[in-house]
């Protein structure tokens, strides 16, 4: 077993909806910011709307009835229902509902997101890079991509933003942002408990429970989950399955009126997972433009090694090394409310922590290679938000506000090669004990403080003609610290052997500091055609703040840090959307319509020198990326009895200039060389994605019990895209689609009960592919889920 080393603390019924970024200013009271009074805490937890959403959403935030439908700019809600019902409870599985995010992990803290094909880099993670899609939960930002890995706790609703959310939501959303809003407390005690246990050892429990602690005044709620399952990959070497899930997770909350006027929130959570994860899988073995020794079926060979199966869905590993994937997250936010009439004031202050405890055998196979892998690290942030808007119907309505927030993060990592390293990295003819037990130990830290102030106004020109302008400035600083040193392996005084060695891992010192402003921008302006007929157009200038390379530097001819490759310039996003939102059919089909064009200069890339034995990721900006899409989201209720949705997206990205790429793998050679990958595929982008369901219900009996049968089915597929930042032939993940079925009854008496299946035809496909550190050839990867089946009973009360 692996030794782990941990600092834990102690301690589609709302199916798919299409709305709008202005849906999420009025909808719902957990937005980073907004234009909108937040609405008055509900006396009890509003019940889910039917499977499928029509976008006939009424909402009340700015104290008058209004229909989500007659606001701007696209965005996809999906309700706490819609995951209860197909038992989806991560940011990974989310993905098959919602056809424009896509999920990249190799591990909770290597996760990247995007939306629309952009957000995140590709390769291993980097401190001082931030991601372009913003997660909050509850009105907090949270900085740590690993966050989408949790599970998720007690959701009323999920709010995905496409495009620019600069503006309001702030801090680094050029792709845009999730949005999530877990359930309020209420003053009418309540509460639920559910199992579900299914293939692969399966089992989830979840409870929340939720009343008055003092009648009218002070409420309370608590809720957990608890989900465990065996490994999908069987490791022959040790006998034992890897890969698994193991997580708990609690979060509370205390709701106080003490007056009409001021309403007081109080969130904690606490968050723990503990993994023997991630390992991948053989994929392929691609050829390079090394000499045929230096590929991998003849360093295998040499070793006299062949992996347990080169076919990836056998699920066989054989690493030889430790592996897990600690992670421990918590926080506490504070959100005040006060109502001054014609004023509404909201303050958001937040505290979160975030350690991550891994071990990792980085080369993926039985051989001694990289014998270990590990960047535990430590991240705390702080936030405070002051905003000051509108209340009721004006002329003008209008939202101002001032955003702090301050992150520090430190990693103390180490590589340690093994006696097989110096054959698989070096020149022939290198002694094994070069490397064997060369360590590097590299400390980091890297401290970011960003200041902000906002503003946004809606001018009702007319009854139908509405402009919606908005300015955000922000100041960001940014300080690291970066150093590496080394030990062990041979005692030489050869030179020769000295200079290789030092090829794999180098001594380095250096330090880094960035100050920058940015001012982002968006104006949306829309018109009613026609009762039930919006169209608009909206255009957004977003930023994404630079960076400091956090991982390394490459090195100058005279061995010592690229200083110039420290810092990284921020990213600057243009996008121009152009949408239609319309309902037919006395309103019982919901069909939205948007187009989209968006320019990124100085695309942030994380990219890997491709020199050999180099072992380094490291921060860079590519001169232009373009990409531009169309998206269209159905919702229908033909009858009482039966839910339709579809929402599809095609999507065009491309490198426009990268003249200075890392090479893709087929074509490395022995030195190091760029490419230009210009006009290139840009990573991680499906062309097509669709996702599209339904749902069957109507009155039944069990048991002698009266209630409701139904049956659903969502299929999603996404076509061919490349999992690497080279866009190698041999890293395309080929198209797929996933067919997930559920069945079952509720209960009048407050219960449910079904079975589902997930992956349903037991397609095979990739979640994930990367080239093995060397550049030998090799390509790893992580199989998606196998067919699994299983069964939830959930009561309410």
């Known amino acids: 077993m692996a030794i782990r080393k941990r600092r834990y603390r102690q301690g589609l019924a709302a199916g798919v909806a299409t709305a709008t970024i202005a849906e999420i200013l009025i909808v719902s009271p957990a937005f980073a910011t907004t234009d909108e009074p937040a609405p008055e805490p509900p006396v009890q937890q509003a019940s889910q709307p039917s499977f499928a959403q029509l976008g006939d959403i009424v909402v009340t935030a700015r104290r008058r009835e209004e229909r989500a439908q007659d606001v701007p700019i696209a965005l996809t809600v999906i309700g706490g229902e819609q995951l209860d019902k197909t038992n989806t409870y991560n940011v990974g599985q989310l993905t098959q509902s919602a056809p424009s995010v896509q999920l990249l992990s190799s591990n909770p803290r290597n996760t990247a997101i995007t939306i629309r094909g952009i957000g995140a880099s590709y390769g291993l993670a980097n401190d001082g890079l931030e991601q372009g899609v913003g997660i909050y939960v509850d009105q907090v930002y949270y900085a740590r991509p690993a966050t989408a890995t949790l599970d998720f706790v ?9 495009g620019p959310q600069g503006t309001l939501f702030g801090k680094n959303t050029t792709a845009g942002a999730l949005n999530i809003t877990t359930r309020n407390a209420s003053f009418t005690p309540s509460g639920t408990a559910e199992v579900s246990v299914g293939s692969l050892g399966f089992v989830q429990a979840k409870a929340t429970v939720t009343g008055p602690i003092v009648d009218d005044v002070l409420a309370g709620r608590l809720s957990l989950v608890s989900t465990r399952r065996d490994g999908t990959l069987d490791n022959v070497r040790i006998g034992r399955d890897q890969n698994d899930q193991h997580s708990f ?3 509370g909350q205390l709701l106080w009126t003490p007056t009409e006027k001021l309403t007081v929130r109080a969130y904690g959570d606490w968050n723990r997972q503990l993994l023997e994860c991630c390992t991948q899988v053989f994929v392929t073995a691609g050829a390079t433009l090394k000499p045929l020794a230096q590929q991998y079926a003849a360093l295998a060979a040499g070793r006299g090694y062949a992996v347990p199966s080169t076919n990836p869905y056998d699920r066989l590993v054989d690493v030889d090394g ?16 006060y109502d001054f009439g014609d004023l509404l004031f909201t303050s958001i202050s937040a505290y979160r922590e975030w350690d991550w405890e891994p071990a990792n055998d980085r080369d993926y196979i039985g051989l001694d290679i990289v014998r270990q892998s590990a960047n535990p690290s430590h991240q705390d942030q702080t936030s405070q938000e002051f905003r000051l808007s509108s209340v009721g119907n004006n002329r003008i309505d209008w939202v101002g506000g001032l955003y702090y927030f301050n992150q520090t993060v430190a990693t103390d990592g180490v590589t340690e090669w093994g006696r ?7 020149a022939a003819g290198t002694p094994d004990a070069l490397l064997d037990g060369y360590k590097a130990f590299n400390v980091s830290s890297i401290e970011t403080t960003s200041y902000a102030v906002f503003g946004q106004a809606t001018w009702n020109v007319t009854d139908r003609l509405k402009v919606t302008p908005g300015l955000r400035y922000t100041h960001e600083e940014k300080t690291g610290q970066y ?5 062990g392996g041979l005692v030489t005084t050869d030179a020769t052997l000295i200079s290789r060695r030092l090829g794999i891992a180098r001594p380095q010192f250096y330090q880094a500091e960035i100050s920058d402003g940015s ?17 608009y157009v909206s255009y957004a200038r977003g930023f994404k703040s630079g960076g400091i390379n956090m991982a390394g530097l490459p090195t100058t001819a005279a061995g010592l840090p690229a200083l110039t490759a420290a810092e990284v310039r921020p990213e600057a996003v243009t996008t121009w959307e152009l949408g239609l939102k319309t309902q037919f059919f006395d309103r019982r089909i919901t069909a939205n319509l948007a187009a989209y064009s968006t320019e990124i200069e100085d695309f942030q890339a994380n990219v890997v020198d491709a020199g050999p ?9 590519v001169e232009l990326v373009e990409i531009k899409g169309v998206e269209l989201d159905l919702n229908a209720r033909p009858t009482e009895a039966i839910d339709l949705y579809a929402n599809v997206a095609w999507t065009d990205g491309e490198y426009t200039s990268f003249k200075n790429g890392p090479c893709p793998l087929e074509l490395v050679g022995t030195s190091t060389a760029a490419c230009d990958l210009s006009g290139k595929d840009l990573p991680g982008v499906s062309p097509w994605a669709f996702a599209v369901g339904g749902e069957v219900h109507g009155p039944g009996r069990v048991l002698g019990l009266n209630g409701e049968v139904f049956a659903g089915a969502d299929v999603s597929y996404r076509s061919t895209y490349n999992s690497d930042a080279a866009v190698s032939r041999y890293t395309e993940i080929e198209g797929y689609g996933l067919l997930n079925l559920r069945a079952g009854f509720r209960s009048d008496a407050g219960w449910d009960a079904f079975v589902w299946v997930k992956n349903a035809l037991d397609e095979d496909y990739l979640q994930f592919v990367s080239v093995q550190t060397g550049n030998s050839g090799l390509v790893i990867g992580n199989p998606g889920d196998e ?6 009973l959930r009561a309410t009360y």
């Open 154 to 162: 007690d959701l009323d609703q999920i709010e995905i933003l496409r």
């Open 249 to 251: 997770a609690l979060r």
């Open 322 to 337: 430790d592996i897990q994937a600690d992670q421990w997250q918590a926080g506490g936010s504070l959100i005040v409310d």
């Open 420 to 426: 097989d390293a110096a054959y698989w990295l070096l």
């Open 483 to 487: 150093e590496l040193t080394v030990e």
């Open 519 to 535: 001012l982002s921008g968006q104006v949306a302006v829309s018109y009613e055609l026609a009762p039930d007929i919006l169209t």
């Open 613 to 621: 034995g180099a072992l380094r990721g490291y921060l860079a900006n």
């Open 787 to 792: 067919r699994t089946v299983g069964f939830t």
